[in-house]
């Protein structure tokens, strides 16, 4: 029997915690028998790679920033994301059209009707229902306070265009994903990040559990049996 695929993003401000574990939720997923897509944005095509580059280094204003990541959204969708599903892959994505509303939106101060209307563009037409507007069926949202993640990210990696932005910058970001998760109760899935990275991936796992999408609770990544 063909399984249908799963689109699941992970969000959240710089430093949160999302990329530490992503992989191990890949993992789980393969143990399990499914076939994993794992993807980013801005990024997870060439040209779409090509635009992540310049969105995190070159200055530009608001409107330039917001139509080259809605462009590489779409191509990602378009070569990437729908092939995936259609495969019934889970797809893993590091971002996806929250962070736009939370860093360009929120963050940045750019119109979020604008956004919505971008999004709709960018997302509808690409899945085999010519209505749908592709959107996550899970979005994973690492919660944590800025002077942590700030705390954290210190010294950890050179700091790109956003990760050099002042802390308030990031309560912007944080407030602007904590009115998607309210708009959207449904798709959003909240992780208390200021845990310790075993109890994050305990929380994380139990989420994909209570769903369904995996069957047992997975040991916490490089742990010692
Ligand atoms: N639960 C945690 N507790 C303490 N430090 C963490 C935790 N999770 C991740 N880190 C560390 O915080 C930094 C940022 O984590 P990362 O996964 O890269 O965040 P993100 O992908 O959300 O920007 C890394 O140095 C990582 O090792
Ligand atoms: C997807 C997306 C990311 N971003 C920003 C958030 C991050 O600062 C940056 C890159 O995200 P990310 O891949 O999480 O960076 P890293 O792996 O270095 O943690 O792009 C936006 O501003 N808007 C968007 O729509």
New binding site residues.
Partial sequence: MSRSGLFIS?E???????????DGLAQAFRAQGRNVTLSREPGGTPLAEKLRELVLNDPMDALTEALLIFAARRDHLCQVIEPALARGDVVLC?RFTDATFAYQGAGRGFDTNLLSILERMAQTGVAPEPDLMREPDLTVW?D?APE??AE??AG??VPDRF?SQPVEFFRRVAQGYADRAAAAPQRFARID????????WQQLTSVFVRKGWLSIMVPTPGAVA
């Fill in positions: 992970f959240g401000i710089d430093g949160a915690g999302k990329s530490s574990h992503i590091d690492f944590l942590v993640a954290r990210l950890a990696r990760e990040a200021a845990q310790d990275r075993h109890r994050v």
